[in-house]
């Protein structure tokens, strides 16, 4: 890589996104004085000026959906706008996102920095980076707006994502998985560390509802492939999953301590010993037993909140406790396997390593 891509990989790191077109990315850094003085010396260069005037009208939108979507009073509504898409307040946001060390600058605008500071050019600079984001979704047959509006409205609330993957999420052992856990693991290369606590949103078309542990498998087997995490997943002590439905399929992750919240808990229960790497078939059927004299059938849209104490993978205890959980969730009528939930009814899912207490503790509810 040269100097220009380890830039680009730094503001893709804040940003929490891969640029597929980066001379979109390189053409958002450029300023009109560096262009003009490459086309002197007959080089063809682009500068941010369409990308800064397309991305103007990008964050402006947002902003204002933003606003009408928490419900902020009518007479507040426009100062408040005023303040998100203000010089001062995109300046800021670019130099969070790490824009000024990519910038293609003259002498001169150095200069002019020194005399009139950075604002302007840094404002100029975000504008066009969220013009040039645009369109690199759009030229991918993306909806390009619903990204932009995610990825801009996370950096607005100051809650960045480690990484959004555009895509549609493919379940483990799918016709799909291997080209989604590739696109997943290209898109975030380089992103890494993996966060020891990781917030994980399935995004999927309106009326898809696959399971959560068979969906989340393939992601996280991508994020071991770019270096997030080691074999056995030992850095990952906290793992929140939750399915959300939009036109801007794919996966957002981010590090969160938040735990999950469940208001009307339907069951909790406890086993004595953690699932084994092998033959899991009967210690699914002994757990299943304790969750069948605990809990009542559930409905649809259900949590769960798994404590295990085990150093096993998180990943590999997921899928044998909610196997487990069939006498609540109920039996898929198409299952032909001895243990067959319908897992599809869970909408957020949280499992997490504790060192003392229980194996296995396990609740659920609304």
């Not at 380890?6 to 958002?28: C, M």
């Not at 490459?38 to 606003?67: F, M, P």
């Not at 950096?155 to 960045?160: A, E, K, V």
């Not at 071991?224 to 439905?245: C, I, M, N, T």
Request: contains cysteine; aromatic residues 6%.
């Amino acid at each position: 890589m040269n100097d220009n891509d380890n830039k680009r990989l730094e503001v893709e790191r804040a940003l929490g996104y891969r640029f597929r077109h980066p001379g979109l990315f390189q053409i958002a850094m450029t300023s009109q004085a560096w262009a003009n003085e490459q086309r002197q010396v007959n080089r063809a260069c682009d500068d941010w000026k369409d990308l800064e005037w397309l991305g103007d009208a990008v964050i402006y939108l947002a902003a204002t959906l933003s606003k009408l979507g928490e419900g902020t009073e009518r007479r507040k509504r426009t100062p408040e706008r005023v303040n998100l898409v203000s010089n001062a307040a995109l300046a800021d946001l670019g130099r969070r996102l790490g824009l000024r060390e990519a910038l293609l600058l003259t002498c001169g605008d150095h200069k002019n920095i020194e005399k009139d500071g950075d604002q302007t050019f840094m404002a100029q600079a975000t504008e066009a980076l969220f013009g040039a984001l645009f369109l690199d979704l759009r030229r991918q047959g993306l909806p390009a707006w619903d990204y932009v509006q995610l990825i801009l409205s996370a950096h607005l609330q100051d809650r960045p994502f480690n990484a959004l993957v555009p895509g549609s999420p493919a379940p483990g052992e799918s016709d799909g998985e291997r080209a989604w856990r590739e696109r997943v693991r290209d898109d975030v290369d380089g992103f890494g560390p993996g966060p020891a606590e990781l917030a994980m949103a399935l995004i999927v078309e309106r009326g898809c509802t696959p399971d959560l542990d068979n969906l989340s498998r393939p992601v996280l087997d991508a994020l071991r492939d770019a270096g997030w995490y080691s074999k056995g997943f030992p850095e990952l002590q906290r793992l929140r999953v939750v399915r959300a439905h939009g036109p801007n399929t794919g996966v957002a992750l981010r590090a969160s301590r938040e735990r999950l919240v469940i208001e009307d808990v339907q069951f909790d229960a406890t086993f004595e010993s953690p699932p084994p790497s092998d033959r899991t078939g009967d210690w699914i059927g002994s757990w299943a037993g304790e969750v069948r004299r605990q809990a009542p059938a559930s409905t649809e849209g259900v949590k769960v909140s798994i404590e295990v104490r085990s150093d096993r993978s998180l990943k590999d205890l997921m899928k044998p406790i909610i196997d487990g959980l069939e006498p609540w969730l109920g039996r898929d009528p198409a299952g032909r396997s001895r243990f067959a939930p319908r897992d599809e009814r869970i909408e957020a899912l949280e499992i997490c390593r504790v060192e003392s207490g229980p194996a296995v503790r396990v609740w659920g509810g609304v």
